[in-house]
């Protein structure tokens, strides 16, 4: 790799890294609407020279920086959406949009994929093939990547390698989680509609009680992860919504259950899909009611390439030594970034933001979540560092 000490470049744009990410943070855009921070980008991007295209998966943009030489391609993402959640933090860059937050750090992913692009673009000389920054909307919707690779953005050129970075408030600033395989679980949702027959409250014995039979299944779908999951091939299964009827005096024809299952890989996936059927089934047979079960699997699993892994973890190791390495970051979260790791090998890695000293320390998509930007400028060295790893040899 090139001996360019990325962690000074980096360290050199901070205020600029911070000063970005606060607008950014003020002006929150929800999922496909961000507007305003896809123009933000593309001009940053124009203004570096490089290739930019925009509305790419609505409002996506895809910025390509050519070396002087060929050689690979390497894609670089970043999600660029906010979430509807009202902020309750009293910092000078709080949100101006009611009801609108960046509670999960996208503002940050934008601003170090930026500050990548403007630090690699200063190097261009010494790159040997390109790089293609990907800015992805509606990661919290899992549907921005998607409508990416619709419009074409795995393709002219294919990249080699992918690469991402979560800032996470799980961990405490400076220590990076870069593990091998599943590092964020796959995303089902699923709709269970039990039919029985209505009736008086005060005569439940003339009725077939959904709101029950729904009390059993809901008690009976726990234990598909006790019971039929192996516990080294873990899963979550939540139900997390249940309506019946409106009155207080009603026994409902019918209830409705939703909610959502977790799982690291796709044969433990298909496993609770087949079990929340077939108990859902058995249950309601049992008490006299029938079901319907219908169910979306949202993403796969986000999995990290080995090979890609093993190489950019040494690098980090020889950048921030080895106490700061975990190998052993997980989450029962999902990332559409599971879409592109999918189709081209790479790795995701967690850079911790949490500062408790200062506060800085509220979990993803809290009100009052929010980071500690010191996490900003080592990104960009980190994501700079592991680029030139692929594009700018010796």
Partial sequence: ????????????????????RRDLHRHPELAFQEVRTAGIVAKELQALGLEVQTGVGKTGVVGILEGAKDGPTVLVRADMDALPIHEENQTDYVSTEAGKMHACGHDGHTTIALGVAKLLSQHRDQIAGRIKFVFQPAEEIVGGAKAMIADGVLESPRPDVSLGLHLWNTMPLGILGIADGPVMAGASIFQIIIIGRGGHAASPQLAIDPVVCAAQVINALQTIVSRNANPFDTAVVSVTRMKGSDADNIIPERVELGGTFRTFKLEMRDLVDQRIREITQSVCAAMGCTAEVTTVHGVPPTTND?????????????????????TTTRTMGAE????????????????????????????????????????LPL????????????????
Wanted: charged residues 25%.
């Fill in 379 to 394: 990104s960009v060295a980190l994501m700079s560092a592991a680029v030139a790893e692929y594009v700018m040899p010796e």
């Fill in 1 to 20: 790799m090139t001996a360019i000490d990325f962690k000074a470049q980096a360290e050199a744009m901070r205020e600029e890294l911070v000063a970005r």
């Fill in 306 to 326: 080995i090979e890609t892994t093993a190489r950019v973890r040494t690098l980090f190791t020889s950048m921030v030594g080895a106490d700061k390495i975990d």
């Fill in 336 to 375: 559409d970034m599971s879409l592109f790791l999918e189709q081209v090998p790479g790795t995701y890695f967690f850079v911790g933001s949490a500062n408790e000293a200062r506060g800085l320390n509220y979990g993803h998509h809290h009100p009052r979540f929010d980071f500690d930007e010191d996490a």
